[in-house]
């Protein structure tokens, strides 16, 4: 059986699971220059490896970023939201004064919401199709 290149093992388990994320400033306020961006994906990109999970795509806008990240099962994807968010805020305001001027008073980059949609893998139809065509035993 020929495992496939973007499947990962752990010690008990063998998986492949992304999920595409989306963090938004607060206030949608149009902050971000491609120099903040570069920088936002370094980070990003550490605070991924320390949870032994990859950061596999990033891009983004003036107010928000897109991010697909492959994580590990022992890995909850609200953990990695808040590592993600609180590191970055704090790294980028820090390393950037002209995003301070926009967040003076609410001391944070992001908005407290993020969109989190899992991705990869067969269409829900047809791993829906395959789990009801298994042979249950009598």
Not at 20 to 36: E, G, N, Q
Not at 47 to 52: A, I, K, N, R, T
Request: aromatic share 10%; hydrophobic share 40%.
């Amino acid at each position: 059986m020929s495992i496939d290149e973007n499947v990962r093992t752990g010690r008990h388990c063998v998986f492949r699971m992304h999920v595409h994320l989306v963090f938004v400033t607060k206030y949608r306020h149009k902050v971000f220059s491609d120099r903040h961006l570069t920088r936002c994906e370094e980070i990003m990109r550490a605070v991924c490896e320390d949870f032994e999970a990859e950061l596999v795509e990033f891009n983004g806008e003036n107010n928000h970023v897109h991010l697909l990240v492959n994580f590990p099962p022992k890995v909850a994807v609200s953990k990695l939201v808040n590592s993600l968010k609180g590191v970055s805020s704090r790294r980028l305001r820090q390393e950037f004064p002209d995003l301070v001027r926009h967040y003076w008073r609410a001391q944070r980059l992001w908005s407290g919401s993020y969109f989190a949609g899992s991705v990869g893998g067969a269409p829900l139809s047809i791993v829906k199709q395959y789990i009801e065509q298994q042979n249950r035993p009598l």
